[in-house]
Structures are given as C-alpha cells and as structure tokens.
C-alpha cells in the first residue's frame, strides 16, 4: 500500500516567517493529495488540496506545491500567525476502487510564536 | 460545525464492557469512515462505508465492529478491549472519493 511520510515532526516558527511542511508518498499512482489542519483538542479540517493534474495551488497564504516525479508535495504558509498553531497532516489517495482511501503522514507541530 | 456529529465525546471503560459510538453525518454524503488516532501515529482508517455497503476493513481485530444501518449512521461497536485501544476515534463523511472529508469532534476513548 502507499506509504506517506512527513517532516518536521515538529516545526516552531516566529510570527510572520514562512514554515513549510514536506511529504513524500510511494505510490505513483496516488492523485489526490489534501492537507489538515488540527488545533488542540479540535477535529481535523481540510485547509487545502492539490490533484495530480497541476503542479501548484494557492489559497491566500497558504500554498501546496507537487512534484510528481519525485513523489513529494508540500504545504507553504507565509506570513505565519500564531493561529496557524496547530498538527498539520498530509495525506494521499488514489481514486478507483479504493473508495476515499486517505494515507496519513504523522503530523507537524506547528508553533508560531508572537 | 454541525455537519458530523459523534456521541459520547469521552468514554472510559473496562475491558470486560461493551460499548458503542455514535456517528451521524448531516450533510448528505455518500461515504462514512472510522479512523483511530493515538499519539505520536498517523491517523489510522479502520472501516469505509460506502452507500451503507463496507469497502474497506483495514485488518481490524474483530471486537471492533462497524455497523451503518443507513448513510446518515454509523456506529462503532466495542467489546473485550484492551488498554492499547485507548485512543481518540474519529468518524468521517464525503460525497466521493474525490471530495474532502469532513471529520467529526471524535471520541475519546480510554480503556482501564
């Protein structure tokens, strides 16, 4: 199955810095490719994703960048804010059979501190 | 946030009980998932259910039990568990494959 990895585990960051988050997923065929946001003692909620089928997006401050070749994608949050505080988990998932099959990466500690 | 609600928030029992979770999606979706999650380990997905059908039980030891009885329910039978199974469980809904998944608060778990 699609092994999905992740660094940093954890990440501590000034106020407005830029943080960046990496992944790396083993299957070639995965195509999707969502990143969460979980605040403490809150759900996991989607805060942007990416398809196979472009190599950036962009959402006001936060960007995901994929690079299909090297199996890898990454999470950009510029001009951090300590609300960004939070575990951010990649993810990766192919479509077909494998209804909504989503790997998870471990997670990041994000801390951006005032 | 309304959309995925989970009942009972926290739950603590022995390993001779038998308990349920509750998961009830409000947003007319079509799949509804159960992760675990614990400390320090990526979310880890335990069943799918897709149109009330299971698609996936991902090498789950069986006193974990899923249930659907339609696309809006979905429940997590427990029985004979064991410490280790102490963990938050989270229930998920989506249209498709395709679509984002939206998570409920989760229940937290802890076996004694």
């Known amino acids: 199955g699609e092994n999905v990895e992740q660094h940093p585990s954890t990440l501590s960051v000034q106020e407005g810095d830029s943080a960046v988050i990496k992944c790396t997923y083993s299957d070639s065929a995965s195509n999707y490719f969502p990143w969460y946001k979980q605040e403490l003692g809150k759900r996991p909620q989607l805060i942007i994703d990416?398809?196979?089928?472009?190599g950036e997006k962009k959402d006001q401050r936060i960007a995901v960048t994929l690079n299909k070749t090297a199996k890898h994608f990454s999470l950009h949050i510029t001009e951090t804010q300590p609300e960004d505080s939070a575990v951010y988990f990649c993810?990766?998932?192919?479509?077909?059979?494998?209804?909504?099959?989503?790997?998870f990466g471990r997670g990041t500690q994000l801390t951006v501190w005032p | 946030e309304t959309g995925v609600t989970q009942t009972p928030r926290h739950l603590v029992m022995g390993m001779t009980n038998k308990k349920s979770l509750k998961c009830e999606q409000h947003?007319?979706?079509?799949?509804m998932y159960w992760y675990k999650q614990s400390a320090k380990k990526p979310l880890e997905l335990m069943f799918v259910y897709s149109l009330e059908e299971r698609v996936e039980n991902n090498s789950v030891p069986s006193r974990f039990s899923p249930e659907c009885p339609n696309s809006s329910h979905l429940f997590l039978h427990l029985h004979t568990l064991q410490p280790e199974d102490s963990a938050l469980y989270l229930c998920a809904s989506s249209q498709d494959q395709w679509s984002e998944q939206y998570f409920g608060p989760g229940t937290r778990l802890t076996v004694t």
């Open positions: 947003l007319g979706h079509n799949a």
């Open positions: 990416i398809r196979s089928n472009v």
């Open positions: 993810a990766a998932s192919r479509g077909g059979s494998t209804l909504g099959r989503l790997y």
